[in-house]
């Protein structure tokens, strides 16, 4: 019994990879805006020779992502929103870009590569490359950022909730980041950098 036991408690972390968060990244990115979840297999003992690179992301409960030369799957809920791009992935990066980032997209994610055990296997080892916490804030900042000087316009961005605002005649020098609390905030101070530009 005690055999069973160690034997399955063995079969268990080789399956669902590392227990520590020993490799871990933390990073935190604004609600609506884009994150790339950093990985690279380089640094692994890992010799994919002229084979098809087969990456997998995953939180715990649910696949992401998935990526087999050209074919790729993305999870339920990440549909249109996730990619590790294939050519990238050949030359060792296997970063998840994430884009529209969702207060629901919080979590652990952990990427795999799977690779072949020995030549013409037909079995294949999943090899634990990246462990990244993943935390969203609700993003507060807009973004004034000059357009091409001959059309003078600027445009003011904000990433959650999407919001465009374009504004005319208005100076470099009004170029930066403007950080608010909340929407009504937002509108208070877009009403006085109009009442300022006129």
Request: net charge positive; with cysteine.
């Amino acid at each position: 019994m005690n055999t069973l036991l160690w034997a399955l408690v063995l079969w268990f972390s080789t399956c669902t990879g590392p227990l520590s968060a020993q490799s871990r990244i933390f990073m935190s990115v604004g609600e609506g805006s884009s994150a790339v979840l950093p990985c690279d297999w380089r640094n692994k003992s890992i010799n994919p020779s002229n084979q098809s690179l087969y990456i997998e992301w995953r939180t715990f409960s649910e696949t992401v992502f998935e990526r087999l030369g050209e074919e790729h799957y993305e999870g339920e809920g990440y549909e249109g929103r996730v990619d590790v791009p294939e050519d990238k992935l050949k030359k060792g990066n296997c970063s998840l870009v994430l884009k529209e980032v969702k207060a629901e997209d919080a979590g652990v994610y952990e990427s795999y590569l799977l690779v072949n055990r020995v030549k013409r296997a037909l079995s294949s080892k999943r090899v634990f490359i990246q462990s990244v916490e993943l935390s969203v804030f609700e993003s507060s900042e807009m973004i004034l950022e000059k357009v091409p000087a001959a059309q003078q316009n600027i445009s003011l961005r904000r990433a959650a909730p999407r919001q465009v605002f374009n504004i005319r005649r208005l100076a470099s020098r009004n170029a930066g980041i403007i950080i608010v609390p909340s929407n009504i905030i937002t509108s208070t101070i877009l009403s006085n950098i109009l009442l300022y530009i006129n």
